[in-house]
């Protein structure tokens, strides 16, 4: 009998230690690195892109882009260019499907992407030039060294992804 007290006591502690081991793990949390360039054309257009990946380990395991594009208000007035500017981006981002939901403001158009499989991402692949009205040109070469190209399960640590997009323009937190 007196065996069974003794055993009682490590038995608990060692109970407790495997719940509070277990509970530090499940806690831990996957880090985020989240980074924005903003770009004003001779039009007067302003792009902001950000960039949210989170980050598990070495390698991404989910991103999400938002791109802003604002119109000068010498176009605002005319919703048309608004709407050519979603159909040139839908048919570039159509391979997404579900993953892409636009906004389209008076002034603005919103593009919010969010994927967790191994979609591919271009970033800084949008121009605007003026000639003839407002046109759009969107670089959607994913060879091409003037875009930005990410995927979930790419491997980068915090640090290689922030300095990668440092080097491209971004500002990253």
Same mark, same amino acid.
């Given at each position: ?94 391979? @997404?499907?579900?993953?892409?939901? #636009? *906004?389209? %403001? &008076?002034?603005? !158009? ?6 967790? $499989? ?31 190209? @990410?995927?979930?399960?790419?491997? #980068? *640590?915090? %640090? &290689?992804?922030? !300095? ?6 971004? $500002?990253?937190?």
């Amino acid at each position: 009998m007196a065996t069974r007290k003794s055993m009682t006591l490590p038995i608990i502690f060692t109970f407790i230690m495997i719940v509070v081991i277990v509970y530090l793990f499940s806690s831990i949390k996957q880090t985020q690195v989240t980074c924005e360039k903003v770009t004003v054309f001779d039009s007067d257009v302003r792009l902001t892109e950000e960039v949210v990946a989170d980050m598990d380990g070495k390698k991404i395991e989910g991103l999400t882009v938002t791109k802003v594009i604002v119109l000068p208000d010498k176009y605002t007035g005319d919703q048309s260019i608004l709407y050519e500017i979603h159909d040139n981006l839908n048919r570039t981002l159509e391979y @997404l499907g579900d993953h892409v939901k #636009y *906004t389209i %403001g &008076e002034d603005r !158009i919103i593009v919010r992407i969010t994927v967790n $499989k191994n979609e591919l991402i271009l970033l800084d692949n949008i121009s605007f030039i003026e000639h003839n009205g407002l046109k759009i040109k969107i670089n959607s070469n994913t060879k091409s060294s003037d875009v930005i190209a @990410l995927s979930v399960g790419d491997s #980068y *640590t915090e %640090g &290689e992804l922030m !300095i990668r997009l440092k080097n491209d323009g971004y $500002k990253c937190k």
